[in-house]
């Protein structure tokens, strides 16, 4: 026997060995059938025949392979994974990562798929796999093994079946006959939350789905935030339960509706959280954040309690609005034919902060930008080109924003907003945008008219921003104190004497900490359908992130607050890419339609002119029937009109007729290039062959 075969025998006895030890030794026991196979392994080496030795060998492999891959599949480096997108969208964050770090109390989490389901959709059948895997993952890098994962699978008419929906699961019809669930149940001590569906069309915000789920039972003590608004955030929606997004902050704050009168509730709101006697004023060491959605016919008093809270080092986020279609949804005609009435107003602006700080905003102009707008040009798909701030963190994997019907914010007098503060802006418009009237955008006809909106546009030297942070040490837009103490000076009692003196007291008129100021030009793009939208599931359903908007709302309510943990992973929203090459080429047709069509209106304008002034003279006159004279005029200049309104359909035609000639040449240049060059190359390596061939 050679020495060689004597190395494999003694590896292959010390392996038997160690098999032998394993059954009284706990720390050899995982390893019991892998020594066992190394030491057949080993033995395999030890025969002189050939035939032998291969047919051991093989069948040696084999096994092997097989416990190898067992043992790795147990192993948390076994659910690495190679992520080679552009923005490392399945790659865990560092939020996620920092928060099973800091896990103290143990999660459960019950992972209910039923795998054995005939007619499986293909898209669930694809994304069963990502989900297992990237459960483990959290498994696997949990602090001190906290959390703890059980699969399940809730075969139809059995105690998980019953387990599953007692969890509040849901179940998906697949056929007639059968049905499947694909859901999880996270909790922790007493706290417990559910994801009713692993939807494959929201996969990329499986990892917020998953981890926001663990923050939110393991979290006891919830940052309160303060919420203001003229509509009422808690009814409508789709869900019939309010407004998504509303939903949403609440289940990882502590929200107060504080109204639009947040001096008067507050007394309410310390009594609930046992915070001892209200202030005068809003602290931003108790609420944390200030959201303002829409606050239309704010007060100058509400205004005043925003402004000291700034002072005082607090943050507010403002959005505004010139035209809400919310808001004009809430009205209701007086009756047939009326138009609506009531509802809450449609514009809303923040007057005395505005002119404070140098913003000007239109309460009554909609900003419509070629380079964002979708089909109907008042929606606004604003992408990463729109976000000049690279490294702010709000914005962080954050692919776009929807904006609906959205104002613009500049400097009055062309001089810069904020004087004094540090102004960033964080979103902002293109060149190409111009402003028209709501009144034009309420309109029957006003989406075609907005079609045609930038056919005569100037393209500004100067971009409007949609977003913007003032930030730094505030000086108050109230020098002279309340706004109610003026009128109060001059007949009051001693009651009243000693509350002024209280609150002037503690009015500031510059600020103590450092306050940031968020302005948003829109307020509707967090209502449900621009935000989030509601599945429907059954009976219930679950909530879909459609776009940026609510993740970068929550994004700079984490900064605020001082938790940045959730950051990264709630970004990642479906992408969306503006097809800017086609949308500037109808630029150009609109800008051409567009001049021909502003020059046809006139046409039929004047003569409809010259007819009211013919009619106005008849009248003047008193004559009860127009001469042939008069009659043959009016019919000329009716048939004038009448041709120019025909030549703006056939324009309107002409151009729609371009536009679809131009989207059919992108979509069969985009089907046959690439095929053609496959082609092209392949003749060409045939050619090159062929002569290779011939001169042999």
């Known amino acids: ?87 490392n969208r399945y790659t865990l964050t560092e939020g996620t990562r920092a ?15 039923t795998r054995d389901v005939d007619g499986t959709p293909a898209s669930f059948k694809r994304h069963i796999p990502r989900v297992d895997s990237f459960l483990r993952e959290i498994e696997s890098l949990a602090k001190d093994d906290l959390v703890t994962l059980n699969f399940v699978d809730p075969e139809p008419n059995t105690d998980e079946e019953d387990a599953a929906l007692l969890d509040q699961v849901q ?51 919830a940052p309160v935030i303060g919420l203001m608004s003229a509509h009422n955030l808690d009814v409508g929606g789709q869900s019939q339960q309010g407004w998504l997004f509303n939903q949403v902050l609440k289940r990882s704050y502590d929200s107060v509706n504080l109204s639009m009168t947040p001096l008067l509730n507050l007394g309410d709101v310390y009594e609930d959280r046992e915070w001892g006697e209200a202030p005068d004023h809003l602290d931003p060491e108790k609420i944390k954040l200030i959201l303002l959605i829409h606050p239309a016919g704010i007060t100058p008093e509400a205004e005043f309690a925003l402004d000291q809270y ?93 904006f609906l019907a959205a104002g613009g914010f500049s400097g009055l007098e062309n001089k810069p907003i904020g004087p004094g503060l540090e102004t960033t802006r964080l979103v902002e418009s293109s060149y190409k945008h111009t402003f028209v009237d709501s009144q034009t955008l309420s309109s029957p006809q006003g989406q075609q008219q907005l079609r045609f909106a930038l056919g ?69 793009f967090l209502y449900d359908g ?23 709302i929550l994004n700079l309510i984490d900064q605020a607050v001082g938790s940045k943990h959730l950051i990264g992973a709630r970004a990642r929203t479906p992408l969306y890419r503006n097809f800017t090459v086609l949308k500037d080429k109808e630029a150009e047709l609109e800008k051409v339609a567009g001049d021909r069509i502003k020059e046809l209106q006139e046409k039929a304008a004047q003569a409809n002119q010259e007819m009211q002034k013919i009619r106005s003279q008849l009248t003047k006159n008193n004559s009860a029937q127009s001469s042939s004279e008069y009659q043959a005029q009016i019919a000329e200049f ?19 007729s371009e536009i679809d000639t131009l989207k059919a040449g992108i979509f069969w240049k985009s089907i046959l290039i690439v095929p053609l060059i496959v082609i092209l190359i392949g003749l060409l390596v045939f050619i090159w062959r062929r002569v290779l061939t011939n001169a042999r």
């Open 99 to 113: 928060i099973l770090k800091d896990l103290t109390e143990p999660v459960t989490i019950n992972y209910y798929v």
């Open 310 to 402: 700034l002072l005082r080092g607090g943050t507010v986020i403002a959005c505004v609005d010139p035209m809400s279609m919310v808001a004009q949804q809430s009205a209701r005609p007086m009756a047939p034919g009326m138009p609506p009435q009531g509802g809450v107003p449609t514009s809303s602006t923040l007057p005395n902060l505005f002119k404070k700080h140098n913003v000007a905003f239109s309460a009554s102009q909609v900003i419509i930008d070629r380079t964002y707008a979708q089909q109907n040009p008042a929606v606004l798909l604003l992408n990463k080109e729109a976000m000049p701030v690279e490294d702010d963190i709000s914005l962080a994997s954050i692919q776009n924003l929807a």
């Open 171 to 221: 179940q998906i019809d697949v056929t007639q006959d059968d049905k499947m669930i694909f859901g999880a149940s996270v909790s922790s001590l007493d706290k417990k939350t559910v994801i009713p569906v692993f939807d494959p069309e929201q996969e990329t915000q499986l990892e917020f789905q998953v981890v926001s789920a663990i923050a939110e039972v393991t979290m006891r003590n």
């Open 456 to 524: 005569s546009r100037n393209e500004s030297d100067q971009k409007q921003s949609y977003v913007t942070l003032l930030s730094g040490t505030f000086e108050s837009a109230f020098p002279d104190g309340p706004p109610s103490t003026e009128d109060k000076k001059e007949d009051k009692d001693d009651d009243t004497e000693k509350k002024e003196e209280k609150t002037e007291s503690s009015a500031l008129t510059t600020g103590t900490s450092r306050g940031n100021l968020y302005l948003i030009a829109d307020s509707d």
């Open 530 to 552: 621009l935000s989030y939208q509601f599945q429907r599931f059954g009976n219930s359903g679950f909530m879909q992130t459609v776009s940026g908007n609510g993740p970068f």
């Open 638 to 656: 009716r048939k004038a009109e009448i041709e120019a309104s025909k030549q703006i359909r056939e324009e309107k035609k002409s151009y729609q």
């Open 1 to 87: 026997m050679t020495a060689l075969k004597y190395l494999f025998f003694l590896l292959s006895a010390g392996a038997f060995v160690a098999f032998g030890l394993s059954f009284g030794n706990e720390d050899l026991a995982p390893y019991r059938w892998l020594l066992l196979l190394l030491g057949v392994a080993f033995l395999s080496f030890t025969p002189n025949s050939r035939v032998i030795r291969a047919a051991f060998g093989t069948a040696v492999l084999a096994a092997l392979v097989f416990f190898v891959t067992q043992f790795l599949s147990d192993q948390s480096f076994a659910n690495k994974s190679i992520d080679l997108t552009k923005d």
